[in-house]
Nanobody
Framework: QVHLVESGGGLVQAGGSLRLSCAAS????????MGWFRQAPGKEREFVAR????????DYADSVKGRFTISRDNAKNMMYLQMNSLKPEDTAIYFC????????????????WGQGTQVTVSS
C-alpha cells in the first residue's frame, strides 16, 4: 500500500510559479509510474502530467505543455510538479497519484491518491 500527501499549493498571480510536492510512503514507490491530476469546481478530474518510475519518460496534457515540468526523486520518495507561467484556468485542486496499470491519462488506472492541494491563480 502507498500513502501520498501533496503540498505546495497556494495563491499566486497570473504569470507566477508554484512547485507542488508529493510525498510517498509505503511499498513500491520506485516501481510505479506516478502522475498529477487536477479538478476544478464542477469539473471532472483531468490528467495533467505523468512520469515513469525511472523518470526517463514524461507526458503532459496539451493545456500545460511547455509550462509545467514533472519530476521525481525515488531516493526521497518524492514527486514534484513545477508550474510556471500560471493562468487563471489552472485554478484547481491538484492530486498526485500512483499508477498500477492501464492508460496513464485515465484516473481509473491509478490505485493510490493523495488528498489534494489547492492552487488558485488570480488575474
Amino acid at each position: 500500500q502507498v500513502h501520498l500527501v501533496e503540498s505546495g499549493g497556494g495563491l499566486v498571480q497570473a504569470g507566477g510559479s508554484l512547485r507542488l510536492s508529493c510525498a510517498a510512503s509505503g511499498r513500491s514507490f520506485s516501481r510505479y509510474p506516478m502522475g498529477w491530476f487536477r479538478q476544478a469546481p464542477g469539473k471532472e478530474r483531468e490528467f495533467v502530467a505523468r512520469i515513469t518510475w525511472s523518470g526517463g519518460n514524461t507526458d503532459y496534457a496539451d493545456s500545460v505543455k511547455g509550462r509545467f515540468t514533472i519530476s521525481r526523486d525515488n531516493a526521497k520518495n518524492m514527486m514534484y510538479l513545477q508550474m510556471n507561467s500560471l493562468k487563471p484556468e489552472d485554478t484547481a485542486i491538484y492530486f498526485c497519484a500512483s499508477l498500477y496499470s492501464g492508460t496513464y491519462y485515465s484516473p481509473g488506472s491509478y490505485d493510490y491518491w493523495g488528498q489534494g492541494t489547492q492552487v488558485t491563480v488570480s488575474s
